[in-house]
């Protein structure tokens, strides 16, 4: 009975801290562009270099210019 004493007040705190992680999250706008995460995986970065190009850019030796 007495370990319900601790753990009581200990899972309230516990909750009211994740309940106030959670409206600050909806103030501060992490869930206003739900779409826009899952449509960036189709944005290509290099989009002007064809893939043999970025390929032979990675295996060519860097050279210096001294």
Excluded: H, N
Excluded at 24 to 43: H, K, N, P, T, V
């Amino acid at each position: 009975m007495t370990a319900l004493v601790w753990l009581v007040p200990i899972a309230l705190a516990m909750g009211l801290v994740g309940l106030g992680a959670f409206l600050w999250s909806m103030r501060s706008g992490q869930y206003d562009d739900l779409d826009g995460a899952a449509e960036r995986i189709f944005i290509d970065a290099d989009v002007d270099k064809p893939m043999a190009s970025a390929q032979e850019e990675a295996t060519e030796p860097k050279l210096s210019r001294s």
